[in-house]
């Protein structure tokens, strides 16, 4: 079955910025939803940023202004773009891609603010 694979964290200063990007693995259909959640040790996932196929996006109170999320139709990917990053950001960073008839979650990838 098709996966999503998520890459661009690491390790980054306070301050700084990366571009995380979701892919899915193979050939599919297109999404209807896509998203960005995170999860820090012993802490609950969270819903960070969310993107329609009509292009409507809403974000996390706790990231809105240094965040930005969009999508590439051309190649069903999907991007969040982290700026201005806090040490209270370092988490699991997974994105989430909803089609009419499925729902698929990818492994997720480590984000570490950390000087």
Do not use: H
């Not at 297109?30 to 196929?53: C, E, H, N």
Request: proline share 3%.
């Amino acid at each position: 079955q098709v996966q999503l694979v998520e890459s661009g964290g690491g390790l980054v200063q306070p301050g700084g910025s990366l571009r995380l990007s979701c892919a899915p693995s193979g050939s599919t259909s297109r999404f209807l939803i896509m998203a960005w959640y995170r999860q820090a040790p012993g802490k609950q996932r969270d819903l960070v940023a969310r993107i329609t196929s009509s292009g409507s996006t809403n974000y996390a109170d706790f990231v809105k202004g240094r965040f930005t999320i969009s999508g590439d139709k051309v190649k069903n990917t999907w991007y969040l773009q982290m700026n201005s990053l806090k040490p209270e950001d370092t988490a699991v960073y997974s994105c989430y891609g909803k089609q009419i008839l499925s729902d698929y979650w990818g492994q997720g990838t480590q984000v570490t603010v950390s000087s």
